[in-house]
């Protein structure tokens, strides 16, 4: 490298940004220039849909940077309003276009970071140049959604990932009616169905109209709405619809400079964030990664891998020696819609199935700290394990509180290679507000390990086969007030031990109760009777209103 | 084992209580009896100043289980006010003494659980013996501290460690005036001094009279009052005083069998919770263990490990082939003392001085989430690892909330031997109410990276050599209304990269800031200017109300 090198980064947000900023803590006299497209740098991208919804009430919280404040700060030369146009990687050149006077000049380089981003897919749909379908990927979008939206309109969202509930909650606090499409059969598509149900019923208690399992087929103009054909047929007005469906590489520019890309459109980059040409580097929501704990290739277009990926091919253009490679993705997500919050991190069992990959799961139900200290809330966590090594694979989380920390802790755990035996002896942080003597993850581990120890039998499914005895272990009053479906006995729990004359030893029995545990404990009293026997995972849950926090009823 | 083994339980809160439920699971046809000396079995200990404050407002929340419950759930045979006496270790049976009637009987065998505890100390001092000073082990402790305060009294609480922490807060709550004397010279002597800044900020904040660095000689009996003479001479007169200094483990019982005791006279367990004698096992407070890091032999009189260890115990005595070691502990605790919390996990930093252990150290101060979302608060988080490997061996957080979370991730991370490196790319949930894109765990391994590459020198107490420049970057107006002590140069940080001249390249450089982050950015522009420069590590924060959540103020 001279002794003045010359970077050039384009795009101006999460990842080059960060990588900018420690090129230049690494290099004061390297000349660094930014360009961007749009007429902000450094925004705080992930906090747009709670400006809309009024969370965050002033713009500037969400300028993090400007232009002048990063000259001031980091000495970079920052030109918003400018697009790359092509790269001319033999002579080590960018042609740039400066939006506002159509100028356009070259940048000459000697690192190359290409951080251009993703945008929201916008279908080529009849109808869909109507100019109140929006998507959010910046600030002027976000001011369009603003001037769009008032109290008492209707909105239509489409697509419930996270900016879709997310964009969901905040029209509902600015006072809009709103409704979400889903593709998939259920919102949150990330996760496992099971665990995206609490995500539902929260927002079904707020009003929001939900359609799962349908898409737009096409969109129809009126003068006062937008109508909203879904394939099924069904029709929803609007006066607003905000296309949340995913995003898609903005990977032009490096395709016409014939760098390599990822059988979506991705840029392919080596574990320093390298392209294919060894001056230019990528990183972002525009690039390919592998998946930390199985190898394979993913996208996951989120801000903190984007830092981190900006910040690691800054580290290797400038301490090449001394720069650690990017370690891949897990694809850690969460989410909060109104009191609730669901994350994920790792493979999920849909992922597994589709890969025809081999794994275990136990989900367990809790509480995010001791239920005898107020505010306990209940907690669902489920992981997720390669079945021969007990190697954790994935894991989620869905409840009220602490929902992050359990997420974290598991990220954690899953990057370590820890197993579902290591978990059982987390020492995790003990004090009646913060969490339990045995945390919902130290009883994940008990629950998975109990499992590998042939403690137990796990069924997901209750049986319809007439043969096996469904044993309801809950209390007469709840097994009577919110019947398990099908053909069912009930012994509550602490009668069972003198009720085995009321079941046929020769035919299988699957355990059932409110949360896991009573039909766990039954099936280990029946199993050292000799029964065939099998426990109903997770619960039914069937008497839980998760608002109104609750202590663990007993059998 | 026979066909229906016996085993009996001694005491009956966490360690033992775990111990009899689990290995009720594993084997239904064992005769299990649990004796407990006091009234009450497997109740929420950690919870017990919680009801003194009324922050838990009814009793029975924390009475988890009955004897009647635990018979009708588990099948097992509990007796209360029952006392352990004497074991014959060669017949294998155990002395018992009803303490109702005075009876006493022999209860064989086949395996034996101690699980007696540890009792609060009370030292032998002059005037100990008042009625008025109180410890809290038990339910009918807590019912005469319940019965022995009310508002307007005056209470003195012996022992700040995080019993005397939690009671000074609860008696607060109640209406009490407080003061907290401690031997050392800070509150939660766990952590480093440092991070108990804060929560003494918030003692002092809610009128709590703290009295560091002094001990009680002795008491004075009045009838009006109990007067404590402290070591210093100082006198605090009290309506009742609460004695949290410290537990010593119930282990008579266990020395008057022979069995092996450790230095500080806690019953010595193998991996697998066995004592000297195999068919008896130890757990919980009354046992020591090892270190989990670094090996050492240590004691963690918590609620975590003892239900653990517990279960370990039950688990090597009815599945040996399958029973999984205990791993040993960290020692991971966390307080709560009104809005701020304070956790540590692994060695502290007085610990390892101590040992005289290798360790380096860095202190990052952040938030718990995103600072443009509403509620960020600050947080300070510490970490330390040994130096030639990069091995996390603990971590310390102070602040509002996310505390716990933090110290999950770390605790984690350090029973995983990861390194200072693999905190860089940890992936954690990250969506506004939640997290930061580069959370305060990643930034932690950065900093502590950029040391480890030799980016920047750290010094954590600013000099006193005339000598060196003490160059202070944060504003003029910030700059002077809290000033950096000592003799200084301001150079606001945007006007330092053309203001060198200002400095004589011939002396030293200390650079200083607000939290230690712009420090950082002017050590990293001298260093590369060829300044002989080191960062104040941490910050000044002098300017921080940390009670008003406040954006990080530029520079």
Known sequence: MPSSPKLLVIGGVAAGASCAARARRLCENAQITMIERGPDVSFANCGLPYFVGGEIAARDMLAVQTPASLKSLLNLDVHTRCEAIRIDRANKRVEIRHLDSGNTEWQSYDKLMLAPGASPLRPNLPGIDDKRILTLRNLEDMDRIVA?????????????????????????????????????????????????????????????????????????????????????????????????????????????????????????????????????????????????????????????????????????????????????????????VFAVAAGITGWSEKRLMAANRAYETVTINDHQHATYYPGAKPLTLKILWEPESGQLLGAQATGFEGIDKRIDVLSTAIVAGMTVEDLCHLELAYAPPFGSAKDAINLAGFAACNRRDGLVNHTTTLPNDPQVQIVDVRSKPLAEAFPTPGSVINIPFPTLRASLDKLDRNRPVVTVCAFGKMSYFSARILAQQGFNVTSFSGGLKANIDPRSPAKMPTP
């Open 148 to 336: 769009a939206t008032d109290s008492g309109m209707r909105a239509v969202v489409i697509g419930a990932g996270f900016i879709g509930l997310e964009m969901t909650e905040q029209l509902h606090h600015k006072g809009l009616s709103v409704q979400l499409v889903e593709l998939q059969q259920q919102v949150f598509p990330q996760l496992d169905a099971p665990m995206a149900a609490l995500l539902e019923s929260e927002l079904r208690h707020h009003d929001i109209g939900i359609t799962l399992g349908d898409g737009v087929a096409r969109f129809e103009s009126a003068e006062n709405h937008v109508r909203c054909h879904l394939t099924s047929g069904k029709i929803l007005d609007a006066d607003m619809v905000v296309l949340s469906i995913g995003v898609k590489p903005d990977t032009e520019l490096a395709r016409a400079a014939g760098l390599t890309l990822g059988a979506r459109g991705h840029i392919v980059v080596d574990e320093f964030q390298r392209t294919s040409d060894p001056d230019i580097y990528a990183a972002g929501d525009a690039v390919e990664t592998i998946d930390r704990v199985l190898g394979d290739k993913i996208v996951v277009p989120m801000g903190g891998p984007a830092n981190r990926q900006g910040r690691v091919a800054a580290d290797h253009m400038f301490m090449p020696g001394k720069a650690r490679p990017y370690p891949g993705s897990l694809g850690t997500a969460i989410v909060r």
